[in-house]
């Protein structure tokens, strides 16, 4: 079904969103898998790229056919919360902040959805790594690379543009 990218929810459970099927599918411990929320069942997600989590526990979904950022919340009413100013790929919770990974760059959201560009380079993918830096993966220039960054409490534009080391060497 064209799956691009897996969250964990806050309920254990694991998320997926399936791009050409045009919806989310959850995963449940016990290897249950279902339809979470889709096209077909009245949720106006077109094209599912990213998925993550907000500290409330909504899912929320990088919609490529829409570009906007798509949020369901837990009781499974949603809203459009952003317009991410290009097609949106990623997301990834960052504290009470939202990274959206975007083909402009990389932009930091509070939780009142008010926005903060942090880059103006294309971010196809976003991860956390286990000594606290940032993964980013793919670039317009380097679509096959992988980069490290040092975050600090807070992520800003000064230390996201210092990679620490990329591809191969890091």
């Known amino acids: 079904t064209g799956a691009t990218n897996v969250a964990l929810g806050p309920d254990g459970n694991i998320y997926a969103a399936a791009y050409w099927a045009r919806k989310v599918i959850k995963i449940t411990p016990a290897g249950t898998v279902s339809d979470y929320v889709g ?3 009245g949720y106006p997600i ?22 906007e950022i798509m949020r369901i919340n837990p009781n ?9 100013g290009g097609t949106p790929y990623t997301i990834l919770r960052d504290g009470n902040s939202i990274l959206v990974g975007t083909s402009n760059g990389l932009t930091r959201y509070n939780s ?3 926005a903060v560009k942090l880059t103006t380079t ?11 830096r940032l993964a980013v993966g793919g670039t317009a220039t380097n679509p096959d690379v992988l980069y490290a960054y040092t975050l600090g409490p807070v992520l800003t534009a000064a230390n996201f543009d210092a990679p620490i080391s990329k591809g191969a060497n890091w």
């Open 112 to 114: 009142a959805w008010q």
């Open 46 to 67: 077109w094209a599912p790229h990213g998925i993550g989590f907000d500290q409330n526990g909504a899912l929320l979904i990088a919609d490529l056919g829409y570009n």
């Open 76 to 84: 499974t009413s949603y809203d459009f919360v952003a317009w991410p």
């Open 122 to 132: 294309q971010t196809w993918s976003l991860g956390r790594i286990g000594d606290g």
């Open 39 to 41: 096209y077909y069942n």
